[in-house]
Structure formats: structure tokens, C-alpha cells
């Protein structure tokens, strides 16, 4: 079993800023200029659908898996030299659209996870294929599970407190539904023994539906450790292993969590 003791400290840096409306190369250019803020953090975290808005124009925007997005972030991972991370809009090689988040480390390599739930208010469901797995990915020791905006309303995918330190949620969640996304992320970081870290986008995009940001990092009680409300900018945060693993051993809910398999 892995000691928490012996990892390092954790620094987050999270991105909350408006989206140019299905404009891919201004995106880029935007996060590049605030990446340069982000400089020395381990884990670097972009909204959801970063590159275009939360978009249900699937066939017109989407990008190979080696596209030219997913070269930016292996190129800024490189740079940085720290896990660089969001979701974006791609055609898979079997055909199917994506809304993918790519985990882009420093050595050049790319994992991915693709949303879970796909957002049928939106339609979303009728655009994309939906993803088939949970991943756990790993930095600096640390087990980061990562999902994607309405991921958060389901909280047996989130669920697996034995492994993982941190939940990761990337999202273009709006401003009318603020409420909910300030309830339920606590609530996912108190279940699940662990830090939650949420992304979330600002301003208006190109359907009129405004965003609130609330981007935040909470601790393994639900409690915020930063809260920039709607304020655009890089926000840093570091996560101490030592505090959720005394915590852990004080409040060991895990050992009395109900057992349970996930099936389609």
C-alpha cells in the first residue's frame, strides 16, 4: 500500500478565463501567454472544451488525436515542464466524436480520459460517444482521477477512495446552475476522503449562456482552500499528502463504504 507520507507536495495551477467561440488558434494563443504564470507548478488545469467552448458543432470542429491541439499541450507539458490537462473536442480513431480531456506530461506523452456523461440537456449525447472507463493517472506519486463537468452530478463514477488523492473536474458549467456546482463538489471531496480541484470557464459564449468560473480547491472536508469567484486568472494552490493521509487515519469512513461493481 502506498505511504502518502513520502510523497512530495502537490502544486496545482488552474486556468479560469473567457473561451474565444469555436476559435481553436486564439484559444491557444490566450492560455499561452497565461501558461507563462503557471511556470513551476506540477499539474497545470484548463476549462473544459478549452480550444472552442462547450460546442455541440462536433463534425465541424473536431481534431485528430494528433491534431494540432494535442501537439500545443505535449509542446507546453515539454516546455513547463509539468503536466498540462483540459478537455477538447476529438475524433477518435474509430470515427466517433470525443469530448476528451488529454493528459499531457513532460516527457511527451499523452493520456486521456473521455466524459463519462454526456450533457443531454444540450444534446451533447446526440454529438458525442460517451466513454467506457474510469483512469487514474499519476503525478509526482499522487493518483488524480480525472472527470469531465457533468461527471460531478454522478458521484458512483467518482467514487474509489482507497486510491485516489485527488478528483479532478474540468467543466464549462453555467452561471444559472451555479448552486448545484458549489454543493456538489464538497460533497464529492468529503465521500471521497480526498482533495477535489474544479475548473471552470468565465464569461459568455457564443449561445449567450453566461459563467460564473468558481473554480476551486477543496480539502478532503469539503473546505476551500482557494475560491476566485469570477475572477479571470492563474490561481496556485499546493496539497500537502501528509494532512489526507492524518486525516485518513483519524476519519477512516473508507473502511465502511459499500462494495460495488459499475456495469453499462
Known amino acids: 500500500m502506498r505511504d502518502l507520507n513520502q510523497l512530495p507536495d502537490l502544486e496545482l495551477a488552474l486556468i479560469q478565463t473567457e473561451l474565444a467561440w469555436q476559435n481553436p488558434v486564439a484559444n491557444r494563443a490566450h492560455f499561452e501567454t497565461l501558461l507563462e504564470q503557471a511556470s513551476g507548478a506540477d499539474l497545470i488545469v484548463l476549462p473544459e472544451m478549452f480550444s472552442t467552448g462547450f460546442s455541440m458543432d462536433s463534425a465541424a470542429l473536431a481534431e485528430p488525436e494528433e491534431g494540432p ?90 467514487r474509489d477512495p482507497q486510491s485516489t488523492d485527488l478528483l479532478l473536474y474540468t467543466a464549462n458549467w453555467p452561471a444559472a446552475r451555479r448552486n448545484h456546482w458549489n454543493r456538489l463538489l464538497p460533497a464529492r471531496a468529503i465521500e471521497n476522503l480526498c482533495y477535489v480541484a474544479a475548473v471552470n470557464r468565465i464569461g459568455e459564449d457564443g449561445k449567450g449562456h453566461a459563467y460564473s468560473g468558481d473554480s476551486q480547491v477543496l480539502d478532503y472536508q469539503g473546505e476551500p482552500l482557494f475560491e476566485p469567484g469570477a475572477a479571470d486568472g492563474v490561481f496556485r494552490v499546493m496539497l500537502n499528502a501528509s494532512e489526507l493521509a492524518a486525516y485518513r487515519e483519524r476519519f477512516p469512513a473508507y473502511r465502511d463504504a459499500d462494495a460495488f461493481d459499475l456495469t453499462d
Open 69 to 158: 491541439t494535442s501537439q500545443w499541450l505535449r509542446e507546453q507539458a515539454q516546455a513547463l515542464q509539468a503536466v498540462v490537462t483540459g478537455s477538447l473536442i476529438i475524433q477518435a480513431a474509430d470515427g466517433s466524436y470525443r469530448n476528451r480531456l488529454l493528459w499531457a506530461r513532460p516527457d511527451g506523452s499523452v493520456a486521456h480520459y473521455d466524459k463519462r456523461h454526456l450533457f443531454r440537456m444540450a444534446g451533447e449525447h446526440k454529438h458525442y460517444s460517451a466513454g467506457e472507463q474510469q483512469v487514474l493517472l499519476e503525478v509526482k506519486g499522487w493518483q488524480v482521477r480525472p472527470l469531465i463537468c457533468y461527471d460531478l452530478r454522478f458521484p458512483v463514477w467518482s
